[in-house]
């Protein structure tokens, strides 16, 4: 945790979270210290750490015995706490630091490796960190110990391996936090006493990996969705189990923290636990520049006495409208200038999910990877109240997956067949073409032009120099047949990187030749990255927001893909897919 200066804690929320944080640690490292979770002195750090949850004192200005005099705060610890205020540091907790570091400490994550246990690795084996860990494992010397053996051995590693420890950055990527996320938060949302629930934090601004998942209940009886919680089936392990607050590891190793408020303050919970923590502190300067407070609880007018008359605490958007200024979509919520611009009236109009009309980057089982018919995948788009879509199955150079030009002139008509049932929506006959190593595409240029629309992939190739993927892009760009590039870098997050490009050369392109770049809704991609889309949007680059759907049920990515947008700050005009019919239509065929 790093150090805080004391005038960092700009509120009363502030200082008792750091605290919260500094005595969680103390939890840990005093469990190792004293070989058990039960001992005396972790249990009074615990003890403290739930009263200081639950009071609702401003702890900042309270001095050692006045902390003491709190329900569960003993003496000893309540100077600890008054010096983490005064300077950022506790002795004890240096003390502790130092002979426990990080890297060691850690390992008590693990299932199955209990304090003692760690001491005796320590003691015996050398054990300093994973590495060693995972060397002790190996030579089979972890059985060695006292009360361990073979089972216990393939229980560690096999623990590792789930809990994907190891790297220095401990992030899931979002494709693997956004489905148990979404199951949580619909499971509680079922539950009697819960009035509203929603996910917070990294995950509700759309951000590509994530630390934690953070999700906010509102509710009148905190104690019944606490053991509602305490009994979901993800919950692995118990972090912390307070009365408004629970934290646990799910069974894939992702920490997610619930916490319950009163219904009344759900959108200032929601705001603050939204953050970032950015945002959050230009909300605040913009709240005390007007003589508000605005904290985790509501928007408060304060009087020269000090009394506190709430102004809004229900919903995040009575909180911006109290402040002035226009409602921040969470995924832009990154304090890079949305606070300003919202208070300002420059904001742009932000693409919303409901302005979609189309969606053009769709396979059906034509393509080897697809798995749903044309007639139900047409049917679904249908059911969206799309106005249009395009059939783009994978061209003939993609290996396996691909159509020959017979296969789809056959597709053609059988898309055509199909038009009258949908009079509604225009059904395109078009197709995702590949980009070659040198900017190449598939077919003969005369049977590509027949294409009704098109996107341009990179699908091979991906480790050409950053030159040669730039000369590639800029060549398929050019080509009259093209009308969008799909899913740019081709990365996958957290798995593979991606063609590296010149994205200034890229951008300029896009503008010059009137090509639209696609923002690819699938969680694995995110493609445009939210950072290329804000680029690109700066330089009036045309954008297609997609959802690149091989089944049915993946029509769900389009909200995915606009939040990204979102967090690219795309306006609405900008984005093809949300025009009319007749004025995307009149775009695709200048093209041509
Ligand atoms: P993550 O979990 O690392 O992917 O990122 P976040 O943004 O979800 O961060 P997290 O889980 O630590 O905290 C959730 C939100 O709570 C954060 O976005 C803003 C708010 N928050 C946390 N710590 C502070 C703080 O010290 N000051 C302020 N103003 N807000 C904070
Ligand atoms: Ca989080
Ligand atoms: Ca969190
Ligand atoms: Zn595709």
Redesign the pocket.
Known sequence: MAVDEPSRYT?SE?AA??VKEMLHELVRLTTLEEESPQSFKVRAYEKAGLAIESTTDDIRPLSASALAKLDGIGKSTAAKIRQFLDSGTVDKLDELREKYPREFAELAKIPGVGPKTLKAMRDKLGVQNLDDLRRALDEEEVRTLPRMGAASEAKIKQAIERLGLGGKDN?TPVADVMGIAERLVDRLSGHPNVADVTY????R?M?E??????ITVASEQPEEVMSEVRKLPEVDELLLSGSTKTSFLTTTGLQV?VRVVEPDQFGAATL??????AH??AL?QRSIDRSLLLNEYGLFEVDDDGQQTLMAAKTEDEIYQALDMAVVPPPMREGTGEVQAAADGTLPDIIQREHIQGDLHYHTDRSGDGRSSLEEMVTSASNQGYRYLAITDHGEDLAINGSSQAEMEEHRQRIQELQPQFPKMRILFGCELNIGPDGGLDYEPDFRRQFEYTVASVHSHFDLSKEDQTQRLLNAIEDPTVNSIGHLTGRYIGRRPGIEIDYDEVIAALVANDVALEVNGALQRLDAASNVVRRAVEKGVKLVINTDSHHTSELGRMEYGVRTAQRGWAPRELVVNSWTEKKFMKWVQARR
């Open positions: 509120s502030d979270r750091a992030r917070c934090g990294s995950l601004r951000a990996t994530i630390g934690d998942v953070d923290d603050y636990f939204t953050g970032s923590k959050n502190i605040r």
